[in-house]
Every structure is written in structure tokens, then in C-alpha cells.
């Protein structure tokens, strides 16, 4: 099993609809991190939580919501649904301490029609 | 804001020479750098980390950085067509987050 689980692992939704991405990890990590990826635009940091009780914006939050229910799991929100948020969803993990890599989940593959 | 700069590409390589990927980066506090490799519609995968001034090097992979020019690269030495991916180079700084840059396209052409 991967240490970092999406689900699902792609969605197709309509445009107002709300909708949840899921992410879980066994890697005993503090930090997690929601991420978009457009072509040609690189990973943008959507949300991040460096542990239970920590919340804070990324570069381009407006339009999600997150929720972090326990330190293995971190859920990213899509309030009412729009087209321009098709894109590739990653969630990742981190140690603590810093300084050590990030790692990924497998991708959730959105389509808002 | 923290910004860390890539060429695009793509970069096109011939089998068996050398790729050279390069990546700037803003912020002078950043600490750790960070090589990730992404093939097309996969999740990205760590290929090298550095924190020191220097040359890192790991197998086929060699990392520089240079803190004092901003600046950090990734050296491929004969390179396959196995190679053909996205490079993201990440920057971090202690107790910050990760900024990925836009990732450079290599193709290696057999």
C-alpha cells in the first residue's frame, strides 16, 4: 500500500457541485500539503497544516477549504465547483524537523463540467 | 514572495549525453534543495536532495548548488530515453514550506 492514499483518484463533477479529496498517509508525518498542478504552471500550494491544530493558506486558496482530522488525514474542499479548478490534486507529507523531502500521493485527476 | 525559476524546455538530449537542468531560486534564507523527477501524469518522485555548497553525487545524478549565486542544478550523465520526464526543482526554507518551480521538460532521444 502507498504510504500516501488519494482518494479518489479521479472525479469528474458539474460545475456547483461540492466536492471532498481525500488524503491519508502512514508515514507518521506532522505536515501535509494540498497542491494543484496545471500545465506548465508547476505544483501551487493550495493549503498546508504542519500539525493537527494548524491550518494556513497557500499561494492560491481561494475557492478551497480544508479540513485536518487527525494527523494522518487532510482533506481538501471544493465548495461549489468551477471549471477553471480542472487540474491534477496532489497531497504530500513532510517530516517535522524540515529539511527532508516531501512525499507524494498518487494524484486525484479532476474535470469540473 | 518566494520564487524559484526553471527553464522550461523542453530539453532535448541525444541517448547517452549529458542533461544539464538549472534552477534559481529568490530566497536567500532557503536551506534545503530538492531534485524530483515527474513522468507525465504521475505523482512527482524524489531523485536528489542538497544542502551544502558543492557537488552531490549520485550515480548518474550530480547536484550543485551555490548559495551565494541562488543557484542549483542537476547534471544527468548518459542519459537514457528512460530519463525523458519533468524536473522540479523544490526549495525550502527551515520551517517553511516547499516552493516547486515549474519543472523543465527533458526529452532524451534515442
Known amino acids: 500500500d502507498a504510504d500516501v492514499t488519494q482518494t479518489p483518484r479521479n472525479r469528474i463533477t458539474k460545475t456547483g457541485k461540492r466536492i471532498m479529496l481525500e488524503c491519508s498517509q502512514t508515514?507518521?508525518?506532522?505536515?501535509m500539503y494540498w497542491y494543484r498542478q496545471d500545465p506548465g504552471l508547476g505544483l501551487r500550494l493550495i493549503y498546508y497544516?504542519?500539525?493537527?491544530?494548524?491550518?494556513n493558506k497557500g499561494e492560491i486558496s481561494d475557492g478551497y477549504s480544508v479540513s485536518r482530522q487527525a494527523q494522518a488525514k487532510f482533506s481538501l474542499s471544493l465548495e461549489s465547483a468551477i471549471p477553471n479548478q480542472t487540474a491534477l490534486y496532489f497531497c504530500?507529507?513532510?517530516?517535522?524537523?524540515?529539511?527532508?523531502?516531501?512525499?507524494f500521493g498518487q494524484g486525484t485527476r479532476l474535470t469540473v463540467v | 514572495q518566494k520564487e524559484v525559476e526553471q527553464n522550461s524546455g523542453p530539453l532535448s538530449v541525444p541517448e547517452g549525453a549529458i542533461a544539464s537542468l538549472n534552477c534559481t531560486y529568490s530566497?536567500?534564507?532557503?536551506?534545503?534543495f530538492f531534485w524530483y523527477r515527474q513522468y507525465s501524469g504521475k505523482s512527482p518522485e524524489l531523485i536528489m536532495f542538497i544542502y551544502s555548497n558543492g557537488d552531490k553525487e549520485d550515480g548518474r545524478f550530480t547536484a550543485q548548488l551555490n548559495k551565494a549565486s541562488q543557484y542549483v542544478s542537476l547534471l544527468i550523465r548518459d542519459s537514457q530515453p528512460s530519463d525523458s520526464a519533468t524536473y522540479l526543482c523544490?526549495?525550502?526554507?527551515?520551517?517553511?514550506?516547499?516552493?516547486f518551480g515549474p519543472g523543465t521538460r527533458l526529452s532524451v532521444l534515442p
Open positions: 497544516s504542519f500539525d493537527v491544530k494548524d491550518i
Open positions: 530566497d536567500r534564507g532557503s536551506q534545503s
Open positions: 508515514k507518521g508525518h506532522d505536515r
Open positions: 504530500a507529507t513532510s517530516d517535522r524537523t524540515g529539511g527532508t523531502e516531501a512525499f
Open positions: 523544490a526549495v525550502e526554507s527551515y520551517g517553511q514550506n516547499f516552493v
